[in-house]
Nanobody, 126 residues
Framework: QVQLVESGGGLVQAGGSLRLSCAAS??????????MGWFRQAPGKEREFVAA????????VYADAVKGRFTISRANVKNMVNLQMNSLKPEDTAVYYC?????????????????WGQGTQVTVSS
C-alpha cells in the first residue's frame, strides 16, 4: 500500500506564495512509471485537477486556472513532488491533495489516480 504525506499548507494573503510537498512511500510504488499530481477541493465543490508530472518530470500538465502561477516539480529523490504556488488568489483556497497514478500517461481525471494523501489546507485571504 502506498502512503502519501503532504506538507506546506497554511494561511497566506492574496498575492503571496506557498510551497506544498508530498512524499510517497511503501507498497510497490517503485515498480511503475508513476505519475504524481495535485488536486484541490473547495467547500461545496468537486475535487479538481491542479497539476501533474510524469515519472521523469519532463511532462508537466496544469489546469488553466493555475497556469503561469503554479509550478510542479519532482525532487531528486523521485518519490517526492512539490507544488510552488505564486500569486495566490482567494479562489485558490481549498484542501490540496497529492495523488499517484501508476502511469505512464498523465491524466487530469481524479478517478484515474490510485492513491491519495490526507490533504493539506491552503487558505488565501483577500
Amino acid at each position: 500500500q502506498v502512503q502519501l504525506v503532504e506538507s506546506g499548507g497554511g494561511l497566506v494573503q492574496a498575492g503571496g506564495s506557498l510551497r506544498l510537498s508530498c512524499a510517497a512511500s511503501g507498497g510497490t510504488f517503485n515498480n511503475y512509471n508513476y505519475v504524481m499530481g495535485w488536486f484541490r477541493q473547495a467547500p461545496g465543490k468537486e475535487r479538481e485537477f491542479v497539476a501533474a508530472t510524469d515519472w521523469s518530470g519532463g511532462t508537466n500538465v496544469y489546469a488553466d486556472a493555475v497556469k503561469g502561477r503554479f509550478t510542479i516539480s519532482r525532487a531528486n529523490v523521485k518519490n517526492m513532488v512539490n507544488l510552488q504556488m505564486n500569486s495566490l488568489k482567494p479562489e485558490d483556497t481549498a484542501v490540496y491533495y497529492c495523488a499517484v497514478d501508476r502511469g505512464p500517461a498523465v491524466f487530469r481525471a481524479p478517478g484515474q489516480y490510485d492513491y491519495w494523501g490526507q490533504g493539506t489546507q491552503v487558505t488565501v485571504s483577500s
